[in-house]
């Protein structure tokens, strides 16, 4: 009988085994696989850097290759005859991502745990330590950050891809593009993550238009007219949980990112469950953000219109999470309605946008409610209010969505908005061609040091250096202490209304006492609440503005010591806003001053009964959202805090690693690091031709080199 081809045979023999011996022979190979895998990680951990080595590398080469070799050919050989046998299996189950990112999380466990709360147990830690080991503890939480966020960039992360479909739109790539290869060739991942900040920027061509009104301003109607769409449901308009973007996108949908960094997408009909204060109270379901995508062609250009939650009602959750998106807005439009006068929402909301140094305009809305001469009164009247309150000058404009009026918005539409955003994206790619440029120069300095030159160890003394690396250190240490420090102040904020009902009873009997009758007593109780709140809040806000002066010293002496400019790392404490209010609504204290003289003691003992009894539900739930708000408004800008400092220190503490590592580089990388640093040169600007310039090299940069034409960029990393 002729023997049966391989092939032919694996056919049919494909049933000769049963599922049991199937399951049992899948079960066999792939614990034979799992060893063999366990012999390439012990290869693996015998070559690797580990500062804590596993192994002896006693392997040779050779002996590697070949052992992987023989693997290799097992395997193959393995699923070969499984096949034949008619055993299959589908994979694995399990995604090397989600492997990964479970396997971090254990990693930022083991990270926590090194913080000296951990260490309370083992016997007395010397502050000095306990101070290292929080800046400890904060510096690798900040690796372990920058490593997730490029995970979670998926396709994303390749930016070689991302600056391939930025060449069709814009000429600003081509350093970019040399920038990426450096980094990845180079091993210079502490660059990676400014650089992924300056893509963003340089492929966004968004402009960011935050509209605040009060109930009933004709917001919704103002939106749905401008985007030419009648998609938004009216619901949008009152107070939201979060900020609600609406961007461009072929059909209407919802996508909500939540705490957990889930992201789901939804009906367009779905947005007042989770935008709403009354379905969402207090952000109760985790929401993050919430992005609208819709058909309209004014959205196409990159204008995204954010619909936030009101700066004048400043108890409600969804006010400070207005105040931490504040920083990420363009321009803002308080939306007051022509047949309501401005009141003290809408300046409080003006206040807090010129605060936090945004650029806003007035919009007088149902204008067509107005007569042309009451139209101009109102404008006049509302102009004249805003310069007498607040001592800005505002522009007013009048709008209306009504049959017949369309023009009023259209003008304003095609008169003020349309060249603000043009002037927008230049504005913004002249701030990415700055931060290119302070990119490059770090760059240039990490890479000379490799070569031994100019930057290089003989450059810095070893005591400078572990200064630097000190200073850089316990300046982290000091986010971790300001974090629990501002929780535990919102925390006691939180039961301070007992405390501001007996400081209102003083006052209020010191007011009294100095011949003051009843009339003022509502304004003197509310007052004495408000400024216990405010005299707690402000120990907050000094603490974060004194830890971002603090994060900026280490800065400016890292960046003395590496040639940097010490005036460019004066930046953090714009990520401490203003912080929310305290607003309560307490009932009118309709108190009149006792007729009998009665003892100190005892009439302030009586006062303070009385205004519990009146006000104290009210203060304590008041007091209660107030440390709430605040420690939402914290921890964003402490988050934002340490992202941006984390961002510069990390290319600071890589070249002092780099300094003091004492690693010497082969001949051959050697001339492929010079080939580099002479790359990034020709894009530097200078006043004379370089003779060691290659040729394609450049004397200025051209227009879109990711450069300006002026003087060279500053130094330190952005």
């Not at 366990?38 to 006693?58: N, Q």
């Not at 040091?449 to 982290?476: I, T, Y």
């Not at 370089?690 to 952005?718: C, K």
């Amino acid at each position: 009988m002729a023997e049966t081809p391989w092939k032919e045979r694996a056919v049919a023999e494909v049933d000769l085994l049963n599922e049991s011996q199937q399951r049992r022979l899948l079960a066999n190979a792939r614990h034979a696989d799992e060893l063999l895998s366990e012999v390439e990680s012990i290869l693996t951990a015998a070559e690797s850097r580990s500062a804590f080595p596993k192994y002896r590398p006693d392997v040779s080469l050779h002996q590697a290759r070949l052992i992987r070799s023989h693997i290799a050919r097992f395997r193959t050989h393995l699923t070969r005859v499984l096949t034949a046998v008619g055993v299959r299996h589908d994979g694995s189950r399990f995604g090397a991502l989600h492997s990964i990112r479970v396997t971090l999380t254990f990693v930022r466990i083991a990270v926590q745990e090194m913080a000296p709360e951990y260490l309370q147990g083992y016997g007395d830690l010397p502050e000095e330590a306990a101070a290292e080991l929080r800046g400890l503890y904060s510096e690798l939480e900040g690796l372990l950050d920058a490593l997730e966020r490029n995970l979670a960039l998926g396709e994303a992360a390749d930016l070689q891809a991302r600056l391939d479909r930025l060449q069709r739109t814009t000429g600003e790539v081509e350093l970019l593009r040399v920038l990426d290869r450096i980094v990845n060739e180079r091993e210079l991942a502490e660059f990676r993550a400014p650089l992924l900040n300056i893509l963003e920027k340089t492929e966004s061509r968004q402009f960011e238009i935050a509209v605040f009104g009060r109930v009933s301003s004709g917001k919704s109607s103002l939106l749905n007219h401008v985007l030419r769409t009648g998609v938004l449901p009216v619901g949008v308009n009152p107070i939201t949980a979060v900020p609600t973007r609406l961007v461009y996108g072929p059909e209407g949908s919802l996508k909500v990112t939540f705490a957990d960094r889930l992201v789901k997408r939804y009906p367009l009909d779905d947005l007042a469950q989770y935008a709403s204060e009354e379905r969402n109270p207090g952000n109760e379901l985790g929401v993050t953000r919430l992005v609208v995508s819709l058909p309209s062609p004014r959205l196409r250009d990159g204008l995204v219109l954010v619909d936030t939650p009101g700066l004048g009602a400043l108890a409600t959750a969804g006010a400070a999470e207005t105040l931490a998106y504040l920083p990420q807005c363009d321009l803002g439009i308080v939306l007051i309605s022509s047949v309501n006068p401005v009141n003290d929402e809408d300046l409080n909301t003006l206040h807090a946008l010129s605060q936090a140094g945004i650029p806003v305009m007035v919009l007088l809305s149902k204008a067509d409610l107005l007569s042309p001469g009451d139209r101009e009164k109102a404008l006049s009247y509302t102009q004249q209010e805003v310069l007498r309150n607040l001592n800005l000058r505002i522009a007013v404009h009048p709008v209306s969505s009504a049959p017949g009026y369309e023009e009023l918005l259209e003008t304003w539409f095609r008169d003020e908005l349309e060249p603000l955003c043009s002037r927008s994206r230049e504005l913004a790619q002249d701030s990415a061609r700055r931060k290119t440029g302070a990119l490059l120069e770090a760059m240039v300095a990490a890479l000379r040091s490799m070569l031994g030159g100019p930057d290089s160890a003989a450059d810095h003394s070893q005591e400078r250096l572990e200064q630097v690396e000190r200073g850089l250190r316990e300046a982290a240490g000091r986010i971790e202490e300001t974090r629990r420090f501002c929780q535990a102040a919102a925390d006691s904020i939180r039961g301070m209304g007992a405390a501001a009902i007996e400081s209102a009873a003083e006052e209020l009997m010191a007011t009294w006492n100095g011949g003051a009758g009843g009339s003022e007593a509502g304004a003197v109780v509310a007052g004495a609440v408000e400024r216990t709140a405010a005299d707690a809040a402000a120990q907050i806000s000094s603490r974060l503005r004194s830890l971002a002066r603090e994060l900026e010293s280490a800065l400016r002496l890292a960046a003395g010591e590496f040639g940097g400019s010490a005036e460019s790392e004066s930046f953090l404490e714009e990520c401490v806003r203003e912080m929310p209010r305290f607003e309560a609504s307490l009932p009118e204290a309709d108190l009149a001053a006792p007729r009998l003289r009665l003892p100190e003691r005892l009439a302030r003992w009586r006062l303070t009964r009385e205004l519990r009894g009146r006000l104290q539900h009210e203060a304590d739930s008041g007091f209660t959202r107030y440390g709430r708000a605040l420690d939402r408004w914290a921890g964003t800008a402490l988050a934002n805090l340490q992202a941006q400092f984390n961002d510069r220190a990390d290319a600071y503490r890589a070249q002092v690693d780099r300094l003091t590592s004492g690693k010497s580089v082969s001949a051959a990388d050697r001339e492929r690091v010079g080939r580099d640093v002479a790359e990034l040169e020709s894009f530097m600007p200078g006043p004379e031709p370089r003779p060691d310039r290659p040729s394609g090299g450049r004397e200025a940069p051209p227009a879109g080199s990711g450069l300006p034409e002026s003087a060279a960029p500053p130094r330190p990393p952005t």
